[in-house]
DNA sequence: TTTTCCGGTTGACATGGATCAAGCCGACGC
DNA sequence: GCGTCGGCTTGATCCATGTCAACCGGAAAA
């Protein structure tokens, strides 16, 4: 299991009362670039740990919103639906990274997450992340810059959606998660998919066939290894030159 | 020209010192919701007003980022270029939106930013922004709203170029833009485009043709009158039934 | 062990939109 | 007034991806 976030074995009364001080992800997560004493003072502001089983929703579009969600272990998916049913993967959420920015603006949530595994999740009421980003100023300079990556993010989603080709497609994709496991500490070149084509080619914007068919041809190019969700990426310029490729 | 924004007749001294206070703008912009009071402290924070002349940048992509802006006339892009040359138009601001917060993430732009007429823009210096957002609660809360706000259109924008078929992409380009016109006080019904046929295919992630094909049809359906940039709605209705008929 | 089922792969064919190309129209310079 | 040019429209053709369908294989249920 190459990347499954090793969880701290011995459980102990520290380890459940504080939260981000001894958190590992510490370095990724909301609490970068704080002194160990605002760390402190962060810890007393998640007031849940919970943990979401697969296939479970964190919440669904609609509810009120009132906390963001910072996963602690564990692989999300969020997902827009339109009335006529069609649904878009909006992103894959792993551990470090916050989920429910999007229910700041009208105080609902405005899209579902789903976990892919059973996951644990740290719940930030945003009202009080709000009153104490006023204190910390490390703290709101930091929740800013995460806001904004979300910004910068999914403008790459757009260019991905509006000028590549499935097959660019594919790559950057494969890339962008070959990159996110990196800084997580996992192997760059071999990991485990934890969704389907589906909800790949949901995200993407392409029809499960035309995933699969990608990974088959990337296959026998060379570029990666697939067998199922396991996926070993064996030439990681091949695919970067891939996507640059077109004029 | 149904949609420029009055500017005021009489300019006096008062006019140019106060920014927010008097700006016709302030229930859409930044200054909603704040009291007379906080809005002259947020008077001081708008250090300059500038011109934008048509087909000038207000940024480019890598420039090192320190303020946000927020529109108080005109009309922006947005777009993100690959170094293949590609590029990708991530969104059309017009006057009480905000530009820039993509920048915020890495402190430096990510995109270009645009005027696609001549235009007005009030330049708020970041790290102003964010001390004033902490003594005032609700400058700061609006102000995660508003980014929040982003993060769903983006979210929107991906649904169109995800699962969307050309003629509904274009349907609810033209609602939407139908939409912010009425919330300016402008009729909803009749607009110029300020944006090329090519431009508005980059956005949708369609070619300049394929857009152009479909003003067509829907002239021919009777759901709009194109001549050129000048567009009138004729059949609201229909064209929000175009977008949701398709499963 | 056998059956069922779900996710995935692969093939054959259909089609929406891209591409290529010609021509139109209004704005602008000469 | 005339030529040029950029933005737009329209037609003919092409191709990437969607659609439909068959089949595979592993896991869970029987």
Redesign the interface.
Known sequence: MPNTIPLNQEISLSVIKTACSNCNLRELCLPFGLSLEELERLDDLISTRRRIKRGDHLYRAGEPFDAIYAIRSGFFKTD?L???????V?GFQMAGELLG??????EHH??NAIALEDSEICAIPFSRL?SL???I?NL??HF?????????R??????L???MRAEERLAAFLLNLSQRFTARGFSHAEFYLRMTREEIG????LKLETVSRAFSKFQEEGYIAVQQKHIRILNVSGLKALM????
């Open positions: 827009v339109l009335e006529d049913g069609r649904d878009q909006t920015l999007d229910g700041i603006s009208t405005t899209c709000e980003s006023r204190e100023h709101q300079h800013h810059k995460v806001m904004s990556r979300e910004i910068v999914d403008h790459g989603v757009m260019m959606l509006g000028t949901s995200y993407l914007g640059n490729h077109r004029a």
